[in-house]
């Protein structure tokens, strides 16, 4: 067999870099329900709570041995990162158990709820131990949505396609039997039975299979936000949270929107507005900026690919005064100003967002300025924030059509 090339382990369901995927995605997931969930029953324990029920619960019996599948859920949680074949469909179950986490937990913080009655004593073998490790887990409160429902909801969306026959139908009845479950155990009301399906319903709704990776930043930024009103918001009372959570919604909606310039960046600098709006995120840049020197003090800042042409990082006053006297600048990021030594006649800037593919309109006017100044005979340095994606990318395709037509510049 011949042996496979790294892009191909990628692709591999198998291969060990998509089994480092799952467990990063599996991480990420544990992580927020591990900080979201109990967080919301210490908020909801310190405030008064009320109760969901109505008259349809009074006829729900209590059984015990519900206890078991109710249990299972977080089995069916881990093995969901497992099942799935392929890169797409991790990214849509991990993002959909995500954003129901997140959502559910935002949920119960604005609307404490605790169970209407007192769960019987249990004291039978098994069921009893689950009852013993279900108090010390959980408690009482968030109540609506059921997130034990809305997991259910999209574990089966998720591996529905990937059974077949018997297996199918066994895996549909038993998450039927988990979600049943939070009724017969007393942990929920039927209110939040249909809120739990509702709300595994709308994320599979936001977040679709084939579109998952063109809102890869926007999703995250989102989740960001909600965390910080979860964890400083909410508890704290902080304005500086409040503040953060908007700005971090406000660049959720330009990525979602892909609005290269919606930090208005100006001759290199950004405007007082840019900095009132998304200071977290702009000293964010300039943070991730100063670790990338540090860790890369060894090695230059931009390397030359061809006679009077390079490509970088933004660099400091220092490093820009290697380059020839009377270089041309192109700067693709917005996220960071330009070093006061570049910002000069020569200065060209094509905002490009970061860790997002580039629309072809506009690559196609990135690639046309610079085959215009290397035609010109101009020496031109190329860089984005860190000099990782964006100038790689641009001095590729410039490189690539230079090489299929020497004579011609780009149209």
Known sequence: MKKLSQAQRKRSPDGHVLVRTRLV???????????????????????????????????????????????SSGLLFTLVFFLVRDNEQLLVVSRRLLLVTVAGCLVFAAVPAQFGAVRPDVA???????????????????????????????????????????????????????????????????????????????AAWAIRPGAARRTTVSFYYAIAAGLVVLVGVVPLHSWIAAYAAVSLLLVAAAYATRRSDFLAKRLGRHPLRAWLLFWPYLAGYRLTWALVRIR???????????????????????????????CHVIDLSGELPETALLRHTHYLHFPLLDLQAPRPSQLRVVLAALARLRDAGHPVYIHCAMGYSRSRLISRLHLRRKQRCPSRSIS
């Not at 995605?25 to 544990?30: D, K, S």
């Not at 026959?165 to 039997?177: E, F, I, K, P, S």
């Not at 209110?191 to 709300?199: A, E, R, T």
Request: charged share 15%; hydrophobic share 50%; glycine share 6%.
């Open 296 to 326: 890369e003090r060894g090695r230059p800042a931009f390397v030359q690919h061809a006679p009077g042409f390079w490509s970088g990082r933004r660099l400091t006053n220092v490093e820009a005064r290697a380059l020839p006297r009377g």
């Open 124 to 202: 039978d073998g098994i069921p009893a131990t689950l009852y013993q490790w279900l108090d010390i887990v959980d408690r009482p409160y968030n109540q609506c949505p059921s997130l034990h429902v809305a997991y259910c909801v999209i574990i089966w969306l998720a591996l529905r396609s990937l059974c077949r026959d018997t297996v199918r139908a066994l895996l549909g009845a038993w998450l039927m039997l988990v979600a049943a479950s939070t009724l017969f155990t007393w942990q929920h009301h039927v209110v939040d039975v249909v809120s739990g399906l509702l709300l595994g319903a709308a």
């Open 25 to 71: 995605h599996l991480m990420l997931n544990w992580l927020a329900f591990s900080v979201c969930y109990p967080l919301c029953n210490l908020l909801a324990a310190q405030q008064v709570q009320r109760s969901l029920a109505i008259e349809l619960d009074a006829a729900i019996p209590f059984l015990p041995w519900m206890a078991v599948p109710y249990a």
